[in-house]
T-cell receptor, first 115, second 112 residues
Framework: DAGVIQSPRHEVTEMGQEVTLRCKPISGHNSLFWYRQTMMRGLELLIYFNNNVPIDDSGMPEDRFSAKMPNASFSTLKIQPSEPRDSAVYFC?????????????FGDGTRLSIL | EDKVVQSPLSLVVHEGDTVTLNCSYEVTNFRSLLWYKQEKKAPTFLFMLTSSGIEKKSGRLSSILDKKELFSILNITATQTGDSAVYLCAVPGETSYDKVIFGPGTSLSVIP
């Protein structure tokens, strides 16, 4: 059973460039979450989707960040333009609301470095 | 405002020791509390607790919830170096089960 799949695993780019992170949730899960993790701020929820619809994006730091979920098996998190302070590990997680209180399953993350 | 607090924030013990990690929370409309273990990569799920006083156990790890006092503990007995990790406590927030609030984590280091 494949888990949550994220790509790329690592991304190093110069500030000002557009960055796109990708996520494939576990098949059958209808909720998807994007998190950012840094040493200073810990794990922060950026945005989450239920049935492909964005429910709460209050965690998105600013307009440079955007997320989409065009179908049940794919989501992207885009940063344009990127800044050095965006450097962090970005996690995608999925869960199934239909089965009641189910834990979130995390992908391995994308380690993003903005130079 | 919903929040999750963990203590200690870091801990160093020797192999064979027993450790107790603490998590306290303030949330409206409590539903459940989750424990995760994070090593070098993503958090992995350990326990979900919904009822007070019922211990969840998995090998050397166990956890219990006190809904009256709003806290949970995670115990690890006979620690091993492989237990070294950050242990995260998380609670669904007010608006929806999905909006899970994570604590800062306890960084546990087990030395031989």
């Amino acid at each position: 059973d494949a888990g949550v799949i994220q790509s790329p695993r690592h991304e190093v780019t110069e500030m000002g460039q557009e960055v796109t992170l990708r996520c494939k949730p576990i098949s059958g899960h209808n909720s998807l979450f994007w998190y950012r993790q840094t040493m200073m701020r810990g794990l922060e929820l950026l945005i989450y989707f239920n049935n492909n619809v964005p429910i709460d994006d209050s965690g998105m730091p600013e307009d440079r960040f955007s997320a989409k979920m065009p179908n049940a098996s794919f989501s992207t998190l885009k940063i344009q333009p990127s800044e050095p302070r965006d450097s962090a590990v970005y996690f995608c997680a999925s869960s199934s609301l239909d089965r009641g209180n189910q834990p979130q399953h995390f992908g391995d993350g994308t380690r993003l470095s903005i130079l | 405002e919903d929040k999750v607090v963990q203590s200690p924030l870091s801990l160093v013990v020797h192999e064979g020791d027993t450790v107790t990690l603490n998590c306290s929370y303030e949330v409206t409309n409590f539903r459940s509390l989750l424990w995760y273990k994070q090593e070098k990569k993503a958090p992995t799920f350990l326990f979900m607790l919904t009822s007070s006083g019922i211990e969840k156990k998995s090998g050397r790890l166990s956890s219990i919830l006190d809904k009256k006092e709003l806290f949970s503990i995670l115990n690890i007995t006979a620690t091993q170096t492989g237990d070294s990790a950050v242990y995260l406590c998380a609670v669904p927030g007010e608006t929806s089960y999905d909006k899970v609030i994570f604590g800062p984590g306890t960084s546990l280091s087990v030395i031989p």
